[in-house]
């Protein structure tokens, strides 16, 4: 398989024994694709799943499928290009966020859930300001996530989203999915600080070029980890945000960098020619 074959060389360009780095690899179908039987395969509609999971189990060996009908995030869904981030009507169904969101409020089934447009318009993450408290998650004394409504809207007018929506599906999966040989569009791996240096020195070494890190607070693994590396075509490296630190739980040493297919294995040549150059195994922390 392609995808093993570049990252066991990513691996084994760092030279210290027994290191592995979580790699998820996305695949967007656009409508008018179609979507592999084995991809369906990974398809589940008992119950939604945020895209920062999606990203988190796939390397768990848990591929996932998602759509506009399984998606856990109505925020993930507007930046991977599965919904028009105007559309006014709440998603049909139950979803993880706002089911979380409906069970802090404590109003069960007359919870609202917020359309597309309440999160495009700032209201839902500004819900203090917006007197919206049906979309807290904290309580009484949630600040909410931005200030006000327009600080917030200005916010996410800066992340990326794959907009109008012209994507079907979006699969994700890792090194242990063999049943058919996909090339991804994005690769996002789930690195220590000390390997995002060596990845870094490894791409400047061989292009002389920087690496540009747009960061939000919110919507990382969508917006700054997948959809801006797809629509820019260049690498980008972001922490990661309240849904992907307490609902998928990636761990407080862990940075994420999304990385566009064609930027990958330039990137691994430049880590392997600069082994003797940039050597990995002796910095500190290198050894897991």
């Known amino acids: 398989m392609l995808m093993r074959r570049l990252y066991r060389r990513m691996i084994n360009s760092l030279g210290v024994e027994g290191i592995e780095i979580p790699a998820t690899y996305i695949k967007f179908y656009k409508h008018g694709q179609s979507i ?9 509609d008992e119950e939604s799943v945020m895209c920062c999971q999606a990203a988190r189990y796939a390397p768990l060996e848990q591929p996932v499928t998602l759509t506009i009908d399984n998606i856990g995030c109505v925020a993930a869904a507007i930046s991977l290009g599965l919904v028009d981030q105007e559309k006014d009507t709440p998603l049909k169904g139950p979803r993880t966020y706002t089911n979380l969101m409906g069970g802090e409020a404590g109003l069960g089934r007359k919870f609202d859930p917020p359309s597309p447009k309440d999160f495009t318009m700032g209201i839902v993450y500004a819900c203090r ?40 599906g979006v699969f994700f999966f890792s090194n242990s999915f063999e049943e058919l040989d996909i090339t991804p569009d994005i690769i996002l791996l789930s690195v220590r600080p000390v390997e995002l240096t060596k ?8 292009t002389g070029r920087s690496v540009n890190a747009v960061m939000n607070a919110l919507r990382v693994v969508d917006s700054d980890l997948i959809a801006r590396p797809y629509i820019t075509q260049e690498i980008n490296v972001s922490s990661y945000c309240l849904g992907a630190r307490m609902v998928a739980r990636f761990q407080g040493d862990r940075l994420g960098i999304g990385i566009p297919f064609n930027k990958f294995e330039l990137l691994i040549k430049g880590m392997e020619a600069s082994r003797t150059g940039y050597p990995f195994y002796k910095y500190p922390g290198a050894r897991p």
């Open 36 to 44: 592999p039987e084995q991809v369906w395969a990974y398809y589940t």
């Open 129 to 168: 300001s917006a007197g919206r408290k049906e979309f807290c998650f904290f309580g009484t004394e949630d600040s909410g996530r931005f200030r006000d409504v327009a600080t917030a809207k200005a916010a996410i007018s800066e992340m990326s989203a794959i907009q109008p929506p012209v994507m079907k």
């Open 199 to 206: 990845i870094i020195q490894g791409y400047q070494y061989i």
